[in-house]
């Protein structure tokens, strides 16, 4: 079983930055993904971005490139999202996720772990 704790939500204005923790405990795997979903209301939860722990390659959903980061420390079990140049469309519950690398790393199907999800204000 695998346990995630995020951390670093809150309000911010348009154009700052702030960045999201997600902790992990319990059994890790050798071959897994990380990744990071958001969820607006009245939208689906839609895929963010997507890390692998072995070599660390990232995936980025279109609307964030350029401007979020994903990067994980396998020393602190902990994967981070840092998000620039934040917009008010960027407003949502984020969510964290884990699960085997399926291959599939944008489908919230090939996640078998959540976190509780924290939400991200951003004002204009």
């Known amino acids: 079983q695998v346990q995630l704790v995020e951390s670093g939500g809150g309000l911010v204005q348009a154009g700052g930055s702030l960045r999201l923790s997600c902790a992990a405990s319990g059994r890790t795997f050798s071959r897994s993904v990380m990744g990071w979903f958001r969820q607006a209301p009245g939208k689906e939860r839609e895929f963010v971005a997507s890390?692998?722990?072995?070599?660390?390659?990232?995936l980025y959903a279109d609307s964030v490139k350029g401007r979020f980061t994903i990067s994980r420390d396998s020393a602190k079990n902990t994967v981070y999202l840092q998000m620039n140049s934040l917009k008010p469309e960027d407003t949502a519950i984020y969510y964290c996720?884990?699960?085997?690398?399926?291959?599939?790393?944008?489908?919230?199907?090939?996640?078998?772990?959540w976190g509780q999800g924290t939400q991200v204000t951003v004002s204009s």
């Open positions: 996720a884990a699960g085997l690398d399926r291959g599939w790393v944008g489908s919230v199907v090939s996640y078998d772990y």
């Open positions: 890390i692998r722990w072995s070599g660390g390659s990232t």
